[in-house]
């Protein structure tokens, strides 16, 4: 079964940047759409970005210009390169993947996913 964990979480600094890596085990990742999703506390789960398996990408309006979301299938790694932070990006980041096939369902990113990792902690503050 597919096994994802994400690292990379920190403090920065308003306007640093980070960024976050989304490993898998138990299976490859050219096969499955991975979204990354934040939740802070008192607020409701948003979807940040998601790749396709052929690597079309959306992103919310919050993080456009901001955040850019890459898969690289050698390494079974999904990254979510973040800059220009603000306080309000700190939130737990979290990882999700959901399998594709065909090229029309693989260029849309998913609804639902299956699979998630434990989250790591990003913290934006002076």
């Known amino acids: 079964q597919l096994q994802l964990v994400e690292s990379g979480g920190g403090l920065v600094q308003p306007g640093g940047s980070l960024r976050l890596s989304c490993t898998a085990s138990?299976?490859?990742?050219?096969?499955?759409?991975i979204g990354w999703f934040r939740q802070a506390p008192g607020k409701e789960r948003e979807r940040v970005s998601c790749?396709?398996?052929?690597?079309?990408?959306n992103y919310a309006d919050s993080v456009k210009g901001r955040f850019t979301i890459s898969r690289d299938n050698a390494k079974n790694t999904v990254y979510l390169q973040m800059s220009s932070l603000k306080p309000e990006d700190t939130a737990v980041y979290f990882c999700?993947?959901?399998?594709?096939?065909?090229?029309?369902?693989?260029?849309?990113?998913?609804?639902?996913?299956?699979?998630w990792g434990q989250g790591t902690t990003v913290t934006v503050s002076s």
């Open positions: 999700a993947a959901d399998p594709q096939s065909g090229l029309l369902e693989s260029s849309r990113c998913p609804t639902r996913y299956d699979h």
């Open positions: 138990g299976s490859t990742l050219n096969s499955y759409a």
């Open positions: 790749i396709t398996r052929i690597g079309v990408t």
